[in-house]
């Protein structure tokens, strides 16, 4: 990726420290008593102390955290490794042969290789597939304007098990999902199958990420500081870490430090608005180094774009009413999604946008 450009240099005050203290405390869930979920089911667990133990857990890691870990999760280790390697050897090749898949603002999909984050240049390689395919968004940005657009995933002829790898792990990662969105549920005091409506038609997307070794990893940020856009994510990362979180107890940036076979979990903005701020949708980022490169997969478990995020009604009352107006999730999307492909001269659209 060359020397560093002053696209890719952070504000100082946004710049990673190169020795983080480690995130002692993050909570690490055993899910191994959680029996197969499906949005027929109701959301059944095995045995009700287990679920309830659970849904204590995952809820107390929401609130403190708003991110946590899984082990005993059910996805197949031989299919993450898989993906795992099929994405090194697609990220190893030449910037030609990857630049075929390379996406641009009418095919969103694909490789990419200069997008941003805070309208600063992350030091970052991506490649994005859809869940669904094809996936329906609105076909404008603007309010008002209907009509829908197909998002097409790009395969690259090299490797050639890439495909079959992509397909076979995000169809572990959703069953996976649907299982922790109903625990979530469950710990707001909803029926654990409550949202499985909105995600029939799901927008659902898996990123590869590759971040070179940098040469400047005091100036730059494999990622630099977001929030996740959805209700959940569901991250595979490498034994070289570098995912940093905010602490919300003293607002400090703590690395996540790497468990084997384990998915590292965060809620998003929509689960925030669905749990009107009981649950809080934390800023983490992604440092890199100057020696070693790393690789991970992060899972985006998503809506349809006709979804209207709002509080659910079951928990809208005097006492608690919504802090958030409504609003249509597609817009939303395919919004920050143009967003991804030029520098902004303001911020790029956020749910505090829509805060009451």
Same mark, same amino acid.
């Given at each position: 990726?060359?020397?560093?450009?002053?696209?890719?240099?952070?504000?100082?005050?946004?710049?990673?420290?190169?020795?983080?203290?480690?995130?002692?405390?993050?909570?690490?869930?055993?899910?191994?008593?959680?029996?197969?979920?499906?949005?027929?089911?109701?959301?059944?667990?095995?045995?009700?102390?287990?679920?309830?133990?659970?849904?204590?857990?995952?809820?107390?890691?929401?609130?403190?955290?708003?991110?946590?870990?899984?082990?005993?999760?059910?996805?197949?280790?031989?299919?993450?490794?898989?993906?795992?390697?099929?994405?090194?050897?697609?990220?190893?090749? +030449? &910037?030609? /042969?990857?630049?075929?898949?390379?996406?641009? #603002?009418? %095919?969103? *999909?694909? !490789?990419?290789?200069?997008?941003? =984050?805070?309208?600063?240049?992350?030091?970052?390689?991506?490649?994005?597939?859809?869940?669904?395919?094809?996936?329906?968004?609105?076909?404008?940005?603007?309010?008002?304007?209907?009509?829908?657009?197909?998002?097409?995933?790009?395969?690259?002829?090299?490797?050639? +098990? &890439?495909? /079959?790898?992509?397909?076979?792990?995000?169809? #572990?990662? %959703?069953? *996976?999902? !649907?299982?922790?969105?109903?625990? =979530?549920?469950?710990?707001?005091?909803?029926?654990?199958?409550?949202?499985?409506?909105?995600?029939?038609?799901?927008?659902?997307?898996?990123?590869?990420?590759?971040?070179?070794?940098?040469?400047?990893?005091?100036?730059?940020?494999?990622?630099?500081?977001?929030? +996740? &856009?959805?209700?959940?994510?569901?991250?595979?990362?490498?034994?070289?870490?570098? *995912?940093?979180?905010?602490?919300?107890?003293?607002?400090?940036?703590?690395?996540?430090?790497?468990?084997?076979?384990?998915?590292?979990?965060?809620?998003?903005?929509?689960?925030?608005?669905?749990?009107?701020?009981?649950?809080?949708?934390?800023?983490?980022?992604?440092?890199?180094?100057?020696?070693?490169?790393?690789?991970?997969?992060?899972?985006?478990?998503?809506?349809?774009?006709?979804?209207?995020?709002?509080?659910?009604?079951?928990?809208?009352?005097?006492?608690?009413?919504?802090?958030?107006?409504?609003?249509?999730?597609?817009?939303?999307?395919?919004?920050?999604?143009?967003?991804?492909?030029?520098?902004?001269?303001?911020?790029?659209?956020?749910?505090?946008?829509?805060?009451?």
């Amino acid at each position: 990726m060359g020397e560093v450009n002053p696209a890719l240099i952070q504000d100082i005050e946004h710049r990673p420290k190169l020795a983080a203290p480690q995130a002692e405390g993050i909570p690490l869930i055993d899910l191994a008593s959680l029996t197969g979920y499906s949005p027929s089911d109701g959301g059944a667990v095995a045995a009700s102390t287990a679920a309830e133990w659970l849904v204590a857990e995952i809820g107390d890691a929401c609130k403190k955290w708003g991110f946590f870990a899984v082990v005993n999760h059910g996805v197949a280790v031989e299919k993450r490794a898989r993906i795992e390697r099929e994405a090194r050897e697609f990220f190893g090749q +030449g &910037l030609e /042969e990857k630049k075929k898949v390379r996406r641009d #603002e009418k %095919k969103v *999909l694909g !490789y990419y290789e200069t997008e941003h =984050t805070k309208n600063v240049r992350d030091w970052q390689q991506v490649f994005d597939f859809t869940v669904q395919e094809p996936t329906l968004v609105p076909a404008s940005l603007e309010d008002g304007e209907g009509g829908v657009t197909e998002w097409i995933n790009q395969w690259p002829d090299y490797p050639p +098990g &890439l495909r /079959e790898a992509c397909e076979e792990y995000a169809g #572990e990662l %959703k069953k *996976l999902a !649907y299982k922790l969105m109903g625990l =979530t549920t469950q710990s707001l005091g909803l029926p654990a199958n409550r949202f499985d409506e909105f995600f029939e038609d799901q927008t659902s997307f898996v990123r590869l990420n590759h971040y070179p070794p940098c040469p400047a990893p005091h100036l730059a940020l494999g990622v630099g500081r977001h929030k +996740g &856009l959805g209700p959940l994510t569901i991250l595979a990362q490498d034994d070289v870490g570098w *995912l940093e979180v905010k602490r919300k107890s003293d607002g400090e940036w703590v690395q996540v430090k790497p468990i084997p076979s384990a998915f590292i979990i965060n809620v998003g903005d929509i689960i925030q608005v669905w749990s009107n701020e009981k649950y809080e949708s934390v800023e983490h980022r992604v440092t890199v180094n100057s020696e070693k490169g790393r690789f991970s997969i992060p899972f985006f478990f998503i809506q349809p774009h006709y979804t209207m995020v709002q509080l659910p009604k079951e928990l809208t009352d005097e006492h608690n009413p919504p802090k958030y107006r409504p609003y249509n999730w597609g817009k939303f999307l395919v919004t920050r999604k143009a967003s991804n492909f030029k520098k902004l001269d303001v911020e790029n659209l956020q749910i505090h946008h829509f805060r009451t």
